[in-house]
């Protein structure tokens, strides 16, 4: 019985070895050196090649290296009957309420805009931005947090989420019903939803007609969820203030692409919240135990939801 790690992009040596860290005596497979494939009962993979995953025949589980499992759901030939989980754990939601925080403040203080003055030798004070509403989409075990952490810096929260959800202190909204009124008045629109059929696009010319004039847009969900004309049309004609982007449809962003010198638009390369290695790997090695010892999975994901 082994557990494969399938990461093309990304260094899966240090992941292995953190595995054996924890647990010395796994049995650890880096593709491509995969070795007899029916080994293979758990594997762990981020932005795996289509199709790759159907070489296991004994494959129970497919663990998602990150919070999101849309680059496992993209795979149109993935095998049937398997579980799927995905990482929860309180760094990746601390840094993602860091970033967002950060990102809000920057703007609201215009420390970026100082910056530009600085470079140009200009001394012009001026107020903070007196917005502070902000619109969460995406109540997860993410959003949740982000929005617990503004609350805390006196933001005044609106969060929506597909299907209801109550929780403390702060307004809550779901379904198309409530998606314009949760954007109606907010300052700061931050998008952290799963990508979904049901979400892709979502951050369009339909709900940008719907938002203040002038909101600012910070997307850390997903590429998918941004339609990009749409963005540079409600950037151009001041519907939107301003946004900035962690994540993009097509990473690294191209060169040529318009987004790297467009003056409202800030860019950070998909960093606002990194899987821990240590973490990450303490959750794979328990998850691994679950399987081989027929216990319950955690952060298991509803395949019918796609999240
Ligand atoms: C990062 O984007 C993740 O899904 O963890």
């Known amino acids: ?80 009957n398997i579980i799927i989980t995905r990482l929860v754990d309180d760094s990746l939601s601390r840094q993602m309420s860091e970033y967002i ?42 959003g949740r947090e982000v929005a617990g952490y503004l609350s805390g810096l006196n933001f005044t929260i609106h969060g929506w989420s597909q299907s209801h959800k109550d929780i403390e202190n702060i307004a809550t909204f779901h379904g198309d019903a409530g998606l314009c009124e949760a954007l109606g008045d907010a300052d700061y629109i931050v998008c952290l939803l799963p990508l979904t059929p049901k979400t892709a696009d979502i951050l369009n010319k339909s709900l940008f007609s719907k938002i203040k004039k002038g909101a600012y847009l910070i997307n850390a969900g997903r590429g998918g969820h941004l339609n990009e004309d749409d963005l540079l049309d409600a950037l151009y004609q ?46 794979f090695h328990e998850n691994y135990l679950n399987m081989v010892n027929n216990r319950p999975l955690f952060n298991r994901i509803d395949s019918a939801k796609g999240y």
Not at 111 to 116: D, G, N, Q, S
């Open 1 to 80: 019985m082994a557990l494969l790690i399938l990461m093309p992009d990304r260094d899966s040596n240090d992941l292995a070895k953190a595995l054996k860290k924890t647990s010395p005596g796994l049995d650890i497979r880096i593709w491509p050196e995969v070795g007899d494939e029916k080994d293979i009962k758990y594997a762990i993979v981020w932005n795996h090649p289509a199709g790759a995953l159907r070489q296991y025949p004994n494959l129970k589980v497919i663990a998602s290296y990150g919070a999101g499992v849309d680059h496992i759901f993209k795979d149109p030939d993935l095998p049937g």
């Open 101 to 142: 925080a950060g990102v809000v403040l920057n703007h609201r203080l215009r420390l970026t805009e100082y910056r530009e003055y600085q470079a140009a030798g200009v001394w012009s004070p001026k107020a903070a931005r007196p917005g502070n509403i902000v619109c969460l989409l995406g109540l997860g075990n993410i």
């Open 238 to 283: 001041g519907r939107l203030g301003g946004a900035c982007l962690d994540v993009f449809r097509t990473e690294p962003l191209p060169d040529d692409h318009p987004f790297w010198r467009h003056p409202k638009i800030s860019i950070t390369p998909h960093t606002a919240s990194l899987t821990n290695i240590d973490q990450a790997a303490s959750q």
